[in-house]
């Protein structure tokens, strides 16, 4: 779902994160439904690229929300 | 005998015991012990029963740690949990408890727990969208597109089970019981719970976790039950076959099936009702019970009569399980405890234990530091030649050996005087925190003493903390293992609605606790015969975050004048757990439960005729306690089973049974009583 501007009110009941298309099949059941996103696990945040078929993390990578600006309850694991 | 003149089969598995307990028509108690199989535990069970002659047995009665074996070691299928989308992460955040050491420190995590290691892994933890609000109104529909799309990838990623927990499904379980029917036509028949049956309370997280116990121990329990089962059946037994909750109430198999939950630890509550029906025997009610084994010490609290019963337990930390549970503390001091010198040159005793391999120093196994057994041996309270009945010699050299090891320039008898003088100390600490913190004095309860090591190290006690006195029941080796035939049928079901308790409220109530009582009815076979319904409420003043817990309510209809009474046994309970009484504010009621109590045959120990001739037992030996009263004493050895009612002994005396040794410190007096237990005042 594209995010919606600033000004505008979402028209979706829920908001989601932008999940990107990757090139590249699934190691484990060979789709190419290939996406990548970020998510927050007890270990912190990961940018991760996962099949969307049957959820194999293809990659997963330590991942900062504010890029090289790292914040106090990020840094402690 | 036991009480219905039948034969009664106990079997309490552990970790690495299974302990097998009958009680044939004339009172003979049968023990075998069997080492425990993790990969197939049925097979030591079925072994064990046919030793013990299953086939004349009535009632077969189980429990095992098997379940929070599995937990504990995340050696688990591999299950989903679905919930309200955007909540998937409730088994993580927990109840948002950190322990008090870390109320301050901004870089604690959890590192323990189900947040590292969680039971259902995050990507089998899916959202579904819909939303009932908490007034059980429909906020958000329920999407079924939605959810078959997840379902259909559970489906891929081969998920063994699925546990369904949607937010306010307590007060509306309608999206529940449709997600139900789609898990079923989308994933075929596999095993599913649903929070709305299993634990239909406030607060998604306990109610959360304790749905997804209750699937992990649908597939753990599932197979073994049908095993147990067919392996009983093939040995020729046709009695009941039950299982000890948490609270070690016993189920039917087939009922324990359907909320296996409440099975998830079943052994360690069984002592404390052993201790609950023979504190009945001897017409004692106020009981602090006190598990000695070889690692650890579990204590727990009688009052009345009645075991002090929590609503819900932690299978480890913030991993919460709503369930009846018997509130047992374990210390680690016991039998197999480790002494060792301190940095500061002190000598202490645990929280390590040398365990069963390679045990005590004196097993002569290979262990090589010195232990709290190693202590009794030195100090001559163990004999050599009599530890398990003389079947498990001791070795008094390697003993010695291990103590003077320790790095200390104390000589010998210092330090086994001091070894002594600190594990003791230790259980002393352990109970005397555990009544205080539960505002009760030590001085007006009796000290149940059993376990292996129990009758050995806790008539101690009495020199150092304020105890009524202690008491050794029959067997104490197998107490625990008896207490599975102590233990009556239970039934239990439970409701939760946020009710201010006012006049008004009544016919509400009413139809709470009628409605829970008649789903209860249904469950209760005739053949059970009468059943008894206990009804009791958790309740908070208005305005405050946290229950006051198991109130008792009468029984009959709840009308105006009943919840009045209600009001009042609110704030009764409320001033004795927290010591203030706040008439002014109105009482929430939270959860109501109701219990189904059917009486079971118990086991019912034989009375012990008193002396004939009068006067005082024959000694049958005298002994030499070294180092723990800085000189040597004499002492006198009994053998328990030559031991008349009404007979007094003098302390210091030590009392051997196959199974146990009790130890009577100077000073002390020791009488028998009307069941051969004995009574060190």
Known sequence: ?77 | MTAAGSMLVGVDVGGTFTDIVSVDEAGLITPAKIATDPRSSDGPVLAGAAAVGVERATVFNLATTAGLNAVITRNLPKVAFLTTQGHRDIPDMGSISRPVEFLTQPRWRRSFGDANRPIVPRYLRRGVRERITAAGEVFIPFDEAQAREELRLLKRCNVEGVAICLLNSYVNPAHEQRLKVLVREELGDIACSVSSEVSPIAMEYPRATTTIVDVLMKLKYGDYTDRLQQGLKAAGFGGEFNYADCRAMLMPASYAMERPYRLVVGGPAAGVVSSAHFGGMIDDGDLICADVGGTSTDISVVLKGEPWVNPTFELEHDLNVSALSIDVITLGAGGGSIVSVSPTGDIRVGPESAGADPGPAAYGRGGARPTITDTALLAGILAPDAFLGGRMPLYPERARAAFEALETPMPLAERVRQAWAVGVHNIAEGIFNISVRRGIDPRDFTLMAYGAAGPMLLPAVLDVLALRRVVVPPHPGLFSALGLLSADLSFMDQRSAHLILTPEAAPKLDAIFKGLEESLRGQVKKAHGEVEFRRSFDARLAGQAWVTPLIEVGGGDITPEEVGRMQVAFHDTYERRNGNRFTRFPVEGVTYRVQAVVRSPKVAYPSVAPRRSGGVPAPAATVTLNFIYGEDVRAQVYQRADLCAGDRITGPSIVREEMSTTFAPRGRSLEVGAFGELIIT
């Open chain 1, 1 to 77: 779902m594209a995010p919606a501007k600033p000004s505008e009110r979402p028209a979706a009941p829920t908001t989601e994160v932008v999940r990107t298309p990757v090139e590249g099949a699934c190691p484990e059941c060979g789709r190419s439904d290939l996406k990548q996103y970020p998510v927050l696990a007890f270990g912190g945040w990961f940018q991760v690229v996962k099949c969307q078929s049957c959820l194999c993390s293809v990659r997963r990578e330590p991942w900062t929300r504010l890029g090289w600006i790292t914040l106090p309850e990020e840094g402690f694991l």
